[in-house]
């Protein structure tokens, strides 16, 4: 089983729409993170938690919420979707040093319409 | 601020030739430097670290360098294969930042 899942793998959305990626970790970190993927431009981070009760906003948090529900649990909220949120969307975990690994779920496709 | 410079793709090679993406880095501190790897419809996966000035992470045949003089840790494989087809990241912590730093990413393509 992948250490690290996001559901779900695809969505498509309208305009105006709330939508709500998820992401759970099996690899027992307290460290998690959400990053957004477009072409050219890399991984930017959104937010970042490093523990149940220490959330972060990241480079580009506008427009999103997060969620830590446990350990393992960190969703991201989308509260009204618009066109310039569809891209691939990455969530991470690793340990507290900063030479760790950060080991990457397989990401969703979200299509805003 | 900290910052990763990667050169553009993409790169496109034949089979068995010799591989360098170039990456340098701009960080206050003391940064450990990574290469992620992306194959097609995955995530991220780490490819190699290092975290000191002269250390060298391989691993798969790949190789990079940490080179403090000249800020960069490029990534070397003397003979690369179509499986090898990916997008390759580089990217940077400092001891201060726990958060990763990342280059744009550079998309390579190998031919048979």
């Known amino acids: 089983d992948a250490d690290v899942t996001q559901t779900p793998r695809n969505r498509i959305t309208k305009t105006g729409k709330r939508i709500m990626l998820e992401c759970s970790q099996t690899k027992g970190h307290d460290r998690m993170y959400w990053y957004r993927q477009d072409p050219g431009l890399g991984l930017r981070l959104i937010y970042y938690?490093?523990?149940?009760?220490?959330?972060n906003k990241g480079e580009i948090s506008d427009g999103y919420s997060v969620s830590r529900q446990a350990q393992a649990k960190f969703s991201l909220s989308l509260e009204s979707a618009i066109p310039n949120q569809t891209a691939l969307y990455f969530c991470?975990?690793?340990?507290?040093?900063?030479?760790?690994?950060?080991?990457f779920g397989p990401g969703t496709r979200l299509t805003v319409l | 601020g900290n910052s990763v410079t990667q050169m553009e793709g993409p790169v496109t090679l034949s089979e068995e030739a010799f591989l360098t993406i170039n990456c340098t880095y701009t960080?206050?501190?003391?940064?450990?430097l990574f290469w992620y790897v992306q194959y097609p419809g995955e995530g991220l996966q780490l490819l190699l670290k290092a975290t000191k000035a002269d250390d060298k992470g391989s691993n798969k045949g790949f190789e990079a360098t940490y080179r403090k003089e000249t800020t960069s840790f490029h990534l070397e494989k003397g003979s690369v294969q179509v499986s090898d087809s990916a997008v390759y990241f580089c990217a940077l912590t400092t001891d201060s930042n726990y958060q990763l730093i990342w280059g744009a990413g550079t998309k390579l393509i190998i031919k048979p």
């Open positions: 938690s490093f523990d149940v009760k220490d959330i």
């Open positions: 991470a975990t690793s340990g507290v040093d900063s030479t760790d690994t950060q080991y």
């Open positions: 960080a206050t501190g003391y940064p450990s």
